[in-house]
């Protein structure tokens, strides 16, 4: 059982599932909900995802059609992003952890968006888009 929190406490959930590989999006939106270079995102399964305390401060942004930023409304910090389209599964931001995971992240996608400040280090593939888009 993993868990996690917001950075105010108010929001904590419980994930029973398996996380799927950790990816780092470099996406101009990801890059200013985190206010970061990038964020850590794992696709989880909603139905093993759930709330302890803290739902009914969760709001969620629609930051593209059809695309909901889940985040904490009392402290700003981002839990979860999810699709419309893909009602099974969420976007975790692996930084609300708090169990720790022995997982480490698998490559960067949204590289082509990266912040001109940024730089690559780690030798991780770089997928120009989506995992299914060209490497750069
Ligand atoms: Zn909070
Ligand atoms: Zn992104």
Not at 21 to 35: D, E, F, L, T, V
Not at 58 to 85: H, Q, W
Request: glycine share 8%; charged share 20%; net charge neutral.
């Amino acid at each position: 059982m993993l868990q996690g929190s917001c950075l105010c406490g108010l929001v904590q959930y419980e994930y029973s599932g398996e996380l799927g590989p950790i990816a780092m999006c470099h996406c101009s939106q990801c890059r200013r909900a985190q206010g970061s270079a990038y964020a850590t995102n794992s696709p989880i399964r909603v139905s093993h995802f759930r709330f302890v305390t803290g739902q009914e401060v969760v709001k969620e942004f629609e930051s593209t059609p059809g695309k909901k930023r889940a985040f904490c409304r009392e402290c700003g910090s981002p839990i979860y992003s999810r699709l419309d389209s893909k009602p099974d599964t969420l976007r975790l931001r692996i930084g609300s952890l708090i169990t720790p995971i022995d997982v480490k992240p698998s490559y960067h996608i949204y590289a082509n968006s990266a912040g001109e400040w940024y730089e690559f280090t780690d030798g991780l593939p770089r997928y120009a888009e989506l995992e299914d888009s060209p490497l750069v």
